[in-house]
């Protein structure tokens, strides 16, 4: 359990001035230590630790890994009470591979077979102050230098944290915490490292939005946005396939850039249109990409924000049945498709392309996992691995059918 205070420290100067207290009260302080380290922030594709209501890091010092799983909302208004689980070893590690621990199982049972990918770094310079009474060990006083760093974007702060340590009682934190806030002035800070960091997450998904021009402007009007996560549960999708898909959508979109050549900025879309492709499912599954259109004309994630969220009912019309020249001719004249940009209409039949080859690889539902992409032959050649890869591999080539009316290069799937 983690019991601790945040404030916002706003200048330079009364950083340093404040590192260098050496009493709070009758408490005496230590000399700071300093440290510098790198925090990896991780989560599935569909987010379920964050959905679960935590965060999980891996922290990399010079001599050990520590891996966190935190709850991220506290009790408390000004000292927060939060779970806290950790995890030490001597370098990084998948969790499945960890010796049998409370934190692995914890984690293990949140993502199931998923797979973590990282959504933002954070860059610590931090100095350590001890806070005692006596001889016992009350507090610890961390000001730290961040800068949260999310591909090419970042933010930078600095941050005092007063945590209680293993001596102290939640009285005299109390007494520490008050003493920075009435006496030194400090605003104590609601916001994690992770919420921060979080939030610039989703501001790169919204300038990638704004970014990609199809020569037009665009309207979101008569569409509601609601988190994905909601959605979910709204329309009981089937989070551990969809999650499946997503990775392999991913997987394919990174290695078969060269061929298809979309933009970058349309990775996350991808991300978010194989999340919900399955929409439709609960409500009515022998049409259920239809269904699926209609729900997502009307209600789509707000983390994907306009034009991009216009891509997901298409691509989820076009996830399910065969595909030949003549459906394609039918899908052009349909109002709503054919009032899309070309360039839009392009890089939807692309992406759905990807999408059917991605949801045709969990066809078995038995974690079939992409091995090896080889692009060096004249055909694409992907292995697959697991105990329906057979099955997987076979369905994937059926639904290879648009890649190959939209690319010459064709795919072959083999079971690896």
Not at 370 to 393: F, H, R
Request: charged share 30%.
């Amino acid at each position: 359990m983690e019991i601790e205070a945040k404030f916002i420290v706003k200048d330079r100067a009364t950083f340093e001035r404040l590192m260098s207290t050496k009493s709070i009260e009758d408490f005496t302080v230590s000399e700071a230590v300093d440290s510098e380290f790198m925090d990896t922030y991780l989560d599935t594709l569909d987010m379920a630790i964050y959905s679960s209501g935590f965060s999980f890091r891996c922290r990399e010092k010079k001599d050990k890994v520590v891996y966190t799983l935190k709850s991220l909302k506290g009790t408390g208004s000004l000292i927060h009470t939060r779970e806290e689980i950790e995890f030490s070893m001597k370098e990084k590690s998948p969790v499945d591979k960890w010796n049998d621990c409370l934190l692995k199982d914890r984690v293990l049972e949140i993502i199931g077979q998923g797979s973590l990918y990282p959504l933002f770094l954070v860059e610590h310079k931090r100095a350590d102050l001890q806070v005692s009474d006596e001889q016992r060990h009350i507090a610890e006083l961390s000001f730290d230098d961040v800068i949260i760093i999310c591909d090419n974007n970042s933010k930078s702060y600095l941050e005092l944290e007063a945590e209680l340590m293993g001596d102290g009682t939640e009285s005299q934190l109390q007494r520490i915490v008050l003493f920075f806030r009435d006496e030194a002035g400090l605003v104590p800070g609601s916001s994690s490292k992770f919420d921060n960091g979080l939030e610039l997450f989703i501001e790169n998904i919204r300038k990638d939005a704004m970014s990609i021009d199809y020569g037009t402007d665009f309207s979101n009007e008569g569409i509601s946005f609601s988190p994905v996560k909601e959605m979910f549960e709204e329309y009981g999708i089937e989070q551990e396939h969809a999650r499946r898909v997503a990775e392999n959508a991913l997987q394919l979109f990174d290695a078969l850039k060269t061929i298809h050549l979309l933009d970058d900025k349309l990775h996350q879309t991808l991300r978010f249109a194989a999340l919900v492709h399955d929409i439709g499912v609960m409500t009515d599954i022998s049409k259920h990409h239809k269904v699926g259109r209609d729900i997502l004309l009307s209600s789509c994630p707000e983390e994907l924000p306009c034009p991009l969220c216009l891509f997901l009912p298409w691509t989820t019309f076009l996830h399910k049945k065969s595909i030949n020249p003549i459906k394609l001719q039918k899908l052009s004249m349909k109002k709503k498709y054919a009032g899309l940009p070309v360039k839009m209409q392009d890089d939807i039949l692309k992406m759905s392309a990807i999408l059917r080859i991605a949801d045709a690889l969990d066809y078995s539902r038995m974690n079939s996992k992409i091995t090896n992409i080889d692009l060096l032959k004249e055909d694409i050649v992907i292995k697959v691995k697991g105990p329906g890869a057979d099955i997987d591999a076979d369905r994937a080539d059926t639904k290879a059918d648009m890649w190959r009316l939209l690319f010459e290069r064709d795919l072959y799937f083999r079971e690896d």
